[in-house]
């Protein structure tokens, strides 16, 4: 019980210190001895998760990708926008939850830290939830925004396949980042969730791999195993604005 009222404190604190279009509002707390709870603004169309998964519902790509967007400003937001870096640490499909017209939202920061100016810190416990967990933070218990970035790449490449990093095809030495990396570029369709090419199948070839070429290079360079090395969310914004606006207009882009 302690350890959950822990958690509530650090997510009241985290709440407090942020306002963002793209992360889920606080209408108000509720405490007592026993019970302590957020009340949140209301999200109608639920996670991301249940968009991925469930049979009744099918993003298109531009839909994914303004998704994306909206999940990245937020990252944006929280690490930079700010006096002090707010780590989310928990980032995953469903910890994204979208309103009634389709804009995501960054939910739960159960396990969220604002950090202080050197913008890393060492944890004793594991933070976030298998298969998106950055691989310092079970290594070596560093916390820094380079591990959402992580979880971030690892979100993006879940998008685009519809596969789970924790699926059971990559119960062995085959992770998701692998088996994407190891089918780009020759065979990278064949890795893209079927019911979204199925939508996307009015669209030139070679203009719907292009945008999906650029969406896994993405992912794999948010995804990289040294920290210093992953790409900056100030990037990731850009790429995928330039993604999103070649989609509105049906071009091809540099990115």
Avoid at 50 to 59: A, F, G, Q
């Amino acid at each position: 019980m302690e350890g959950a009222f822990k958690s509530f404190d650090a997510e009241c604190k985290v709440w407090r210190s942020i306002r963002h279009r793209n992360v889920v509002k606080v209408i108000t707390t509720c405490s007592s001895p026993e019970v302590r709870a957020l009340v949140l603004q209301y999200m109608s169309n639920g996670s991301l998760e249940k968009w991925l998964y469930s049979h009744n519902y099918c993003l298109n790509l531009l839909q994914r990708v303004s998704t994306l967007v909206d999940i990245a400003s937020a990252l944006e937001y929280l690490h930079h926008g700010q006096p002090e870096v707010v780590v989310h640490c928990d980032l995953k499909p469903s910890n994204i939850l979208l309103n009634e017209d389709m804009v995501a939202h960054v939910a739960d920061f159960g396990l969220g830290k604002i950090l202080a100016e050197n913008k890393e810190e060492t944890q004793t416990r594991t933070l976030g939830t298998l298969g998106y967990i950055a691989p310092e933070y079970g290594s070596e218990g560093k916390v820094s925004a380079k591990g959402d970035i992580y979880s971030f790449g690892i979100m993006l490449l879940e998008v685009l396949t519809r596969k789970k990093p924790t699926d059971e095809m990559f119960s062995g030495e085959l992770t998701l980042k692998q088996w994407i990396n190891a089918w780009i570029p020759e065979r990278m369709m064949e890795v893209v969730d079927s019911d979204l090419l199925s939508i996307e199948a009015g669209r030139d070839v070679n203009f719907l791999g292009s945008i999906v070429l650029s969406i896994m290079q993405l992912g794999l360079e948010c995804t990289l195993e040294s920290p210093e090395e992953r790409v900056d969310i100030k990037e990731v914004v850009n790429k995928l604005n330039k993604i999103k606006l070649a989609l509105l207009h049906d071009r091809t882009i540099g990115v």
